[in-house]
């Protein structure tokens, strides 16, 4: 069965770090595109980061630039988000998907992680 796990999500004060991970099972990663996404309460999904198969490429939401940093770990199976300068804006669940297009069209979903950012 494939399945995305999300791990890594919790509680940081503004200005903090974290780094997410998504592990993958049933699954050969590098297969994939793989992308993280946000839901905030409230708001719609939407898309913060996405990386090639490769890890060649990336990309990132304007929001998150120079902040987030997408990275791939194929050996590991595991997918990374290093958050840095994390904002109050940031709080939000974190979910990653793998698919076969460059930053569209994923088709399996993890089950989310949750990011809060509070003083």
């Known amino acids: 069965q494939l399945q995305l796990v999300e791990s890594g999500g919790g509680l940081v004060q503004p200005g903090g770090s974290l780094r997410l991970s998504c592990a993958a099972s049933?699954?050969?990663?590098?297969?994939?595109?793989i992308g993280w996404f946000r839901q905030a309460p409230g708001k719609e999904r939407e898309g913060v980061s996405c990386i090639s198969r490769s890890g060649r490429s990336t990309n990132y939401a304007d929001s998150v630039k120079g902040r987030f940093t997408i990275s791939r770990d194929n050996a590991k199976n595991t997918v990374y988000l290093q958050m840095n300068s994390l904002k109050p804006e940031d709080t939000a669940v974190y979910y990653c998907?793998?698919?076969?297009?460059?930053?569209?069209?994923?088709?399996?979903w993890g089950q989310g992680t949750q990011v809060t950012v509070s003083s």
């Open positions: 998907a793998a698919g076969s297009s460059y930053c569209s069209g994923f088709n399996y």
């Open positions: 049933g699954f050969t990663l590098d297969d994939y595109v």
